[in-house]
């Protein structure tokens, strides 16, 4: 009798766990088939769990970087920008500067062209002041407020001798803007000078601050061309930053690409393999569903009848 018992409780017991185990594996399979995720946790595959939790990793500094990326790309673009309305300023000067040479003009078409040449360095100004997305000095480097101020007509530097750069990640960094005085300042025969005061000077001598005027257009002609040849250096150099942030994106891109790759490779399950596999669980189980049904209708009498 004992033995009987025992021999129906085993029977259950093992009936139970072979069903339990069944519909466990039943269960997985479907939330891989439903999910694509091969691992549905990391016993599954201790080794595959640790790379995908790197490649995570690497997906979220990539997302960072490329934050970094957009925002110089971002900054240069505005720089770019001004750095064309700079050179548009000089050529509309070095025109005045270049009539003003001719010594057929009346008094009143060289103050016309004085007014003309102040209005060029108010207009450099607003330039020389603009801001980055952030609202900080394209051109202030690291100082807090405008890059330029005009006291008493004169304009002096505000801004920090440095650029902050920008973090691109893997190591790379990119100064996305100049200084005022890298772009506008420059020396010529020995002195030191900037566009504001050579539009300045040209000004006044045309609106007749007593100076000879052909001497003055000759001098700032000669100044506008250094000027210019230093804004399309810096156009140049701003070029080249650019081109390298976009170097890095192709190679941030190409990276995440092999990252993606990897991941549906180590971590992503074989939807057809997954399915069969899910249909031969099932099958299984239902058989076994149905065996174990009907040994467990069957009474101890009839076993022994």
């Not at 399979?29 to 691992?39: C, H, I, K, N």
């Not at 891109?253 to 099932?282: C, F, H, I, P, Y």
């Amino acid at each position: 009798m004992m033995t009987i018992n025992l021999s129906t409780a085993s029977f259950y017991e093992k009936s139970t766990r072979q069903l339990t185990e069944l519909r466990g594996q039943a269960a997985k399979l479907q939330q891989q088939a439903s999910t694509g995720d091969r691992l549905t946790a990391s016993s599954d595959d201790p080794v595959a769990a640790a790379r995908l939790r790197t490649l995570s990793r690497d997906e979220r500094l990539s997302r960072v970087d490329q934050a970094g990326s957009n925002a110089a790309m971002a900054e240069m673009e505005l720089v770019d920008s001004a750095l064309g309305s700079v050179a548009n300023v000089l050529m509309r000067a070095t025109e005045l500067a270049q009539q003003a040479a001719n010594g057929t003009l009346t008094d009143g078409q060289r103050a016309a062209l004085g007014v003309e040449a102040a209005d060029l360095r108010a207009t450099l100004l607003t330039i020389a002041n603009g801001v980055n997305g952030s609202g900080h000095a394209l051109f202030g480097g690291q100082g807090a407020g405008a890059a330029y101020a005009d006291v008493g007509g004169v304009i002096t530097y505000q801004g920090s001798t440095t650029s902050k750069a920008i973090d691109l990640g893997a190591g790379q960094m990119v100064t996305p803007s100049l200084t005022g005085p890298e772009l506008l300042s420059f020396e010529v025969g020995g002195t030191e000078t900037d566009l504001f005061a050579v539009l300045g000077t040209l000004a006044a001598s045309l609106q007749g601050d007593g100076t000879d005027t052909g001497v003055a257009s000759r001098t700032a002609l000669d100044q506008l061309a250094v000027g210019m040849d230093k804004i399309t250096t810096s156009q140049a150099v701003i070029g080249a930053r650019m081109n390298w942030v976009e170097l890095m994106d192709d190679r941030r891109l190409t990276n995440g690409e092999l990252r993606a790759a990897e991941v549906d490779d180590v971590g992503s399950a074989d939807l057809a393999v997954t399915v069969s596999k899910l249909q031969e669980v099932m099958t299984v189980l239902e058989a076994s569903q149905a065996s174990f049904v009907r040994l467990a209708n069957l009474s101890l009498f009839n076993q022994l009848s």
